[in-house]
Structures are given as C-alpha cells and as structure tokens.
C-alpha cells in the first residue's frame, strides 16, 4: 500500500534534516500496515516471505499475545536492505511515526556504512523468498515432516558459524564470502621443502646444513603435511559450512542446511552490532527530533515516548541507552579534546573537569565510530572509568543464600570485564570443529574453549543428538565439566561422558 | 487464502497438542501445571519444544546494571524490556519456553489421549438459568442504573427547548423527567447442570503426598467435568471422624489427626443434595479420596447402606480413589469391591503413587455419565 500523503510528505521532510546533518541513506520504502501484519513481520525478521516452519508461528502467537495484553508493542521495523524496508504501525500517532522514521534513519545509515554489514547481501528479500520456495519444493518431493525435522535440526546448530569469515580474503571470493557455501576443492601433494641450504663447496654441507637439524626440518615438515591431511586442517568455527562440504547428505538436506547458513551470516551483523546500531539510531532520532522535526504541541507526547525507548530496568542492559549515551560522550570528548596521552595522564581534577581544547572534532569522531567499529570493540574502547561512574554502572550477581540479585561492586575494571563477556560471541560459548576422523573411525571431534563458564549440559546433549542425526556418525564434544576435562559422546543410541588427560587448547 | 503465518501458527499449536499429548502422563504425575493455572489457560513449560544449542550454563545469576545502591544490596527485577528490543548480551535460551492453552483444549487432548466418551447429560431440559441483559432505556429504575450520557442529552435538549440554555454558560441541571435508567430482559436459557462433591479423609494417616495426589486428581476430574458441562458447581467435604464442609483452599490444605468416620462425611453429603441440590435436574458427581482404613467394621457397614440407599440412586457417578499410606490397612476398598461387585454407578480405583493417577482417571470417568 502506499504510504498516505502526508506521511510520504513527513518522510521527505525527515530525510532532509538527515542529510542536513551528514547521514547517508539507503532509499528508504515505508510501508503501512497494522498491528497483526507487523505481529508477522516481525516474527519473520522483518521479511514478508520466510520458509515454512512453526518456529516462527511460535513467534506470532508470543507477540499476538503479548500486544492483547498491552505487554509490549512494536514500533519499528527496518530490514538491511537496499533498497531498505521499514514499517510504521498503522494508528499510531504523528508524532510516533515521526519519531520512527527518525530513529530508521539512522538505522539505515548504519547498515550502510557500519563495515560489519558491508559483506550482507542487499538484496535478502529475493534470497529470503528464493530461500522459502526452495524449502517448499524440497516439502512437496519429500514431504513436510522430514524436512522440518531437518530444519529442527539445523537451527540447533545454526550458531556455529565463524564471524570471520565474510572478511578473510581468501574465501571472500567473487560473490561474496560466506554468502556462497563452500564447494569440496581438490587437494594436491605438494613437494616438502626444509630449507636445506646451497652451497657449491659440498664440504661445508654438514656445516650448512647440520644433519640433526635438517632431520628435524624434516620430521616437522612431514607433520605439517600430516596435518594439511588432516580435515579440517586446523580448527575451525565454521561448523555449518563444514558440514556442508563434509557431511553425508542428501542433495536436498544440503540445500537446506545452506539456507539456513546463508541466513545465518546474514543476521550475524546484527548480533554483532546491536548496541551500536540502537545506539545510532537513538541517537538520531533524539538529534533530528529535537533539533528539527518537533513541533510545539508534540512535546510531551515525544517525551514519553522517547522516553519509554531508554528507560532501563535495573538489571539489564538497554542496548538502546547505552548505546546514545555512549555516542554522546565519545561526541564530548572529541568536542573538547577529552583524549589521547595529554588527557589520559592528567592527574588534576580541577583541570580536567575544566578541560576543553575546543577541537569539535566529535561529529566526525562519532561518524568514523559507527563505521568501524562492533559492539565488543566499541565498549572496549571507549566504555571508561569516567564513564562508568558517571552512569552508575555496576555489576550483579544471585546471592545463593537470600536467591536474590545484589549489586557486586562498582568496581570499573570488574563491570567492564563482565560487560565485555556478555558480548563477546554474543555471551556464547566458543566452539571448534578440530577432526573429522576421530579415532581414525570417521567420528566427527568438537572442542569447546572453555572461558571460564560451563556449558549447558542437557543442551549439549541434545545438540550433539542432533550433530548425529546429520553426521550419520559418532559425534564427540571436548569440554571442561567442574574443572575437569571431559569428553561427551554420542553414538547414535548412547550418551557418555569420559574424562580427558588434559583439557584442549586451540593451538 | 490464508496468510503464511498463519499456517505457520496452526502448525505451530498442532506441535504443542501433540507434545501435551505425548508427554500428558509426566505432566500430570508431576502436577506442576495445575500452579500455573490462569482463569481459562495453564502455561505450560515446555522445554522439549526449546531448539538445544551449546549455551553456556549457568552464569550465577551475574551481569551489569545500572542505577543507585550499594553494594550488597538487592537489584529490582526489571519488568518489560525497552521497546520489544532484546536484551544486551544475554545469552538465547535462558528462559524455559512455556505455550499457553486453554482449559477446554487441555480437557479435549486429555479425553483424546485417555479415550474418555463424552458426557449425556441428563435432566438437563427442566433446568433453566436467567440471563439478564442490558437492553434499552427506561424511564424509572435506581440511581445506580442512572445512564449519564442519555440524562444529560435529554436535560441538554430540554433546556435548549425552553430557552434556558446559555452557550457561555453551559450548566446542565437534569431534572427527574430527564432522567434515564438502563432496562434489561431476562432470557431463560435450558442449562445442564453439575455438581461435584469432593470428599478426603484428612485423618492423621493421611501425609502430604496423599492429599498432593488427591489434589491433582481433582484438578483433572475437574477440568474434564468442565469441559462437558455448562455450569458446575464444586463442594468439598473433609472428614476424619466428623465430616465438615470447607473452601477448596482448605480442602487441600488442612491436616488433622484423630480416627476415620467414613459415614459422616457420606451422611453429610447426602444431606448437602437433600438441601440444595435436587437429583432430577443435578448431574452429580462424588468423589472420595480415602487411605482406606476406616474406623470400624459397624462404620463400613452404614458407609455401604448409605451408598446403596441414598447416594447411588442420586449421583451420576460415585467414584471412590483409595491412596496408599504407610498406616491404613486398606480395608474399605475390600469391602466396598465386595458389597457392590460389579455395580456400575460405583466406581473404586487404588491409586498408589503419583504414576497412576492417570489411570485412575481414565477409571472414573470411561463410563461417560
């Protein structure tokens, strides 16, 4: 449906102000749908079309419900797209769909320019119908349970994938990294060569080239060689691809397991960035709203509503105010030269709450943050002590005794380790492929590097019951249990848990 | 044409059934649902509908937050997220998943998966129940009926008929003729009826675990009858060696000691139909829940006379469900077994752990009436 008169009018008007201040946009398609349309929407990840699966009517039914309930509503929806798709809820007032075409602007900006989505493909919406008819060819051949028990499947494991590999060089081919899935390559003998050195004077040989030395050159050589053979040469996170390349399958459980792939990567940026990115917006939509788009009598109406946006419960982290509040300080800091080796080794108080070199260099610092940068490498960087304090940060945990969450400490070395290790990976637990003939019998060997917190067994379980059902052999995962070493198995029929001599290190 | 959402959902809702279905024997024996029983839904969790992935375990209750305190003190458990956003770094899959379903979908799953056949009522046709609805405006009635808008808009037309209303002034003052009230109408409607008595012996040999099983049977009984009948109504009747009438939040909570008068709480039961509830248009429905060990030989005897006489030829159904206790002997099942062989309004089932609860069910209630 096209967008009335007067919200297309309003749209012009706000992307101006946009560009006004330096955002670059994607052209940017509002639709105008009500609240069951935007209930499937969003249960679809902001795609019209998905392939089939209850997952997502499981999705339809938590926000149907939670919305006849007055729980929650949604506002806005944007997809990374070009050109980009956003939504804006039918009924909602002026003022509201003001403030989200705003807030999308800034949305859209970032999936522009943030290097994270640079490798995304921009045209999901075809790839995302192209993925559901697929899906649904494959269910009409083979039927709609075997496939969706393989979906099942595929999802338990659809977060092992590398964040990586859409920028290293080698694989980022032609057509885009990890968007293609891989395809099984030829593998040649290649001369082992130990360096030995040349000399025309054949009794300087054992000099040269001592013989313990070169037999050791040797020796490693041959290892290297023996690893190259080895599959995969050297641990990877790419479980899904692996798979791919080398699991038994059928030609149709392939095609869907890449699917589910390409999906993956695709929404990989946003995990990756969600701070940064609600951050952004939030930050744009407060900067254009105040500065420019808000009329007089919309005051109030902005406040609550803007205000809902940032509220935060006190034991969780809003991505949306912490993320503006982030971009704030940072663009203070660059206004008045807060940074670098002069700021950082001032010992004067007085000084330093009076500081301001009057660089105004903020605006350009904030739009190089937003393009370099994640949500880890953002908090790393620029998440300070002052910072911290000054935003009554502090970290929680259960008392066992009482069962009720109690602040730890405030402690800014402490609350940024925790913060960081929630976001690392996206709080999960780093997993590897290492050998795809274990006990040279074909099982396939998983480790998990341990960080410090154990895994949740009865997922793992299920999850390497799972990894069976696609690997159509044994499946083992390394892991620590209660400081311990350990070796969970699954044969197909059983279940054990051994101890390791050591723990796995990724070498 | 249906949306693909839509499709999505149904399938959705056809997997919940099904995982209900199978796991129905788990969720009744552990009775955990019956806690989270809304007005017309249970949530249930459902943590085999969940997708496994390697998730890190517990993280003791640890993260980062922000606000006044000191440390040492409590955080508030924030309500509601900001704006359907999820949350910071938290891992996927804390939370249990749990899908809500109605009552009446429960009973239909458990009827399905018990084979249970569906009630006729009976006497259903001479009982009728008055409905009234708000229909129109009268002109008399109580002030607490009085419709505001409707008085000020015939005061309103009024004061602008006899020229005394002033638009700069607009003070309406409703005078008695103005004023209206809201009429209804009375609909009979032919309703079937029930009534369910609970009885449970709560003398000293009766533990916790025998009143939580007597609890989560009812729970069922209930949910089935239920779905079956319009209106029902639930009385509950604790006995040891004196029987008394109590609320159903008493019924499940109250121990006492003492011996076991199995005929005073039939005696008092007898008593409530006689008073209140008339066989000819009630489908009644008694249930005791007993460990069996009743006071005396001369007792059982008049518990059996009762039955034959007065309780039997009333209910639709008399089910009696013996519990095991480490104390009681047993006996009174024995004996009722023995007084009324193969009767058919009379229906005894042992129910020794948590496990056979479902079985017990499906005893009392295979009979359809």
Redesign the interface.
């Known amino acids: 449906m096209p967008l009335p008169r007067h919200l297309a009018q309003m749209q012009i008007e706000i992307e101006g102000y946009a560009r006004d201040y330096g955002l670059d946009l994607f052209t940017t398609i509002y639709e105008l749908i009500d609240y069951r349309q935007m ?2 929407i ?3 990840e902001g795609f019209p ?2 392939y ?7 999705e ?2 938590r926000m149907m ?1 939670s919305q006849a309930y007055g ?5 806005e929806l944007v997809i990374n797209t070009d050109p980009c798709y956003a939504y804006l809820l039918e009924g909602n007032s002026l003022v509201d769909q003001k403030l989200v075409m705003c807030h999308v602007s800034g949305h859209c900006d970032f999936f522009k320019h943030n290097r994270f989505f640079s490798h995304t493909d921009r045209k999901m919406i075809d790839g995302m119908a192209n993925h559901a008819s697929r899906v649904r060819r494959h269910m009409d051949r083979h039927g709609v349970d075997p496939v ?1 028990a393989f979906i ?1 499947t595929c ?6 994938i590398d964040p990586w590999l859409p920028f290293r060089a080698n694989l980022a081919d032609e057509k885009g990294g990890a968007r293609s899935n891989p395809i099984r390559e030829p593998s040649g003998e290649v001369p082992i060569n130990i360096g030995r050195l040349s000399s025309d004077r054949s009794y300087l040989d054992d000099y040269l080239n001592p013989p313990e030395f070169i037999e050791e050159q040797r020796k490693r050589a041959l290892q290297e060689r023996e690893q190259a053979k080895k599959i995969p040469p050297r641990p990877e996170r790419d479980l899904l691809g692996f798979l791919l390349m080398h699991a038994p399958l059928e030609p149709w459980e392939a095609d869907v397991l890449g699917i589910i792939r390409e999906e993956a990567y695709y929404f990989l940026p946003q995990r990756q960035t ?2 940064m990115n ?1 951050g952004w917006a939030t930050y744009w939509h407060s900067k254009l709203m105040t500065t420019r788009a808000l009329r007089d009598d919309e005051v109030i109406d902005y406040a609550e509503a803007a205000s ?15 993320g503006v509040e982030l971009y704030r300080d940072i663009e203070e800091r660059w206004d008045t030269g807060k940074f670098g080796k002069q700021w950082d080794e001032c010992d004067d108080q007085q000084a330093k709450e009076e500081w301001d070199l009057q660089l105004n260099l903020g605006k350009s610092k904030i739009f190089e943050v937003r393009r370099l940068y994640n ?1 880890v490498t953002f908090i790393d960087e620029f998440f300070t002590m002052d910072f911290c304090r000054r ?8 008392n066992r005794r009482t069962g ?7 402690e800014f070395k402490k ?1 940024k380790e ?2 960081l290790q ?2 690392t990976n ?4 780093f ?1 590897y492929v290492v050998d795809a003939n274990d006990h040279n019998r074909g099982e396939l060997l998983l480790a ?1 590097r341990h960080e410090g ?11 390497l ?2 990894l069976v059902r696609i690997w159509k052999r044994p499946v083992s ?1 390394l892991t620590i249990i209660d400081d311990k070493a350990k070796r969970i198995r699954f044969d197909g029929t059983e279940i054990t848990v051994s101890e390791e001599k050591a723990a796995w290190k990724l070498t | 044409m249906i ?3 839509e ?9 919940v059934r099904g995982r209900i279905r199978e796991n129905l024997r788990r969720y009744v024996s552990r009775g955990d649902m019956i806690s989270r029983k809304g007005k017309e839904t249970v949530s249930i969790p459902m943590p085999q ?1 969940d ?43 804390q939370k249990a998943v749990e899908v ?1 379903v109605t009552l009446d979908e429960l009973a239909a799953i458990m009827g399905e998966e018990l084979g249970l056949p569906r009630i006729e009522p009976r006497g259903s046709q001479n009982l009728e129940t008055v409905k009234d609805r708000y229909v129109g405006l009268r002109t008399t009635g109580p002030e607490s009926l009085r419709h505001f808008k409707a008085t000020f808009k015939r005061a309103l037309r009024r004061q602008i008929a006899m020229g005394t209303y002033d638009p700069q002034r607009p003070i309406i003052v409703p005078i008695r003729e103005d004023k209206r009230y809201r009429s209804w109408k009375s609909d009979p409607k032919p309703q079937s009826n029930a009534l369910i008595i609970y009885m449970m012996d709560v003398s000293g040999s009766m533990g916790d675990e025998q009143k939580e099983i007597v609890r989560i049977e009812s729970f069922w009984i209930d949910t089935w009858l239920r779905s079956q009948y319009k209106g029902i109504e639930s009385r509950y009747i604790i006995h040891d060696a004196t029987a008394r009438e109590v609320e159903r939040e008493v019924f499940f909570s109250t121990r006492e000691s003492g011996g076991t008068m199995i005929s005073s709480a039939y005696r008092m039961a007898v008593e409530l139909i006689e008073r209140e509830f008339d066989p000819s248009n009630w489908n009644i429905y008694a249930f005791h829940f007993s460990d069996g060990d009743n006071w005396s030989v001369d007792d059982t005897a008049a518990c059996i006379k009762l039955l034959r006489e007065q309780l039997l030829p009333a209910c639709n159904q008399f089910g009696y469900g013996q519990v095991e206790s480490p104390y009681g002997s047993g006996q009174f099942i024995k004996d009722l077994r023995s007084a009324f062989g193969d009767e058919e309004l009379l229906i005894t089932s042992e129910v020794k752990t948590k496990d056979d609860i479902m079985d017990s069910i499906r005893d009392f209630l295979k009979g359809g009436r």
């Open positions: 209930a499937e969003a249960s679809y079309v998905r089939p699966h209850w997952r997502f009517g499981m339809y039914d419900k729980l929650s509503k949604i506002y969706e099942d999802h338990s494991i659809d977060n092992l969600k701070i609600e809902g946006v940032t509220a935060m419960a006190p034991n969780q982290l809003n991505p949306y105010k912490i949500d935003h009554k940060f502090f970290t929680f945990a259960e009720r969450a109690e602040i730890e400490t405030r609350v925790q913060m929630q976001l996206f709080g999960q637990p997993i998990h917190i154990d895994l949740k067994l009865g997922y793992a379980r299920d999850t019951r799972n995962l | 949306s693909r959402i499709k999505d959902h149904r399938r959705f809702r056809e997997i509908i997708i496994p992935r390697f998730v890190h375990g517990s993280n003791k209750g640890k993260g980062v937050g922000q606000g006044d305190g000191d440390p040492g003190d409590a955080v508030e458990q924030g309500e509601g997220e900001g704006d359907g956003s999820g949350k910071a770094g938290e891992g996927e899959g809500e």
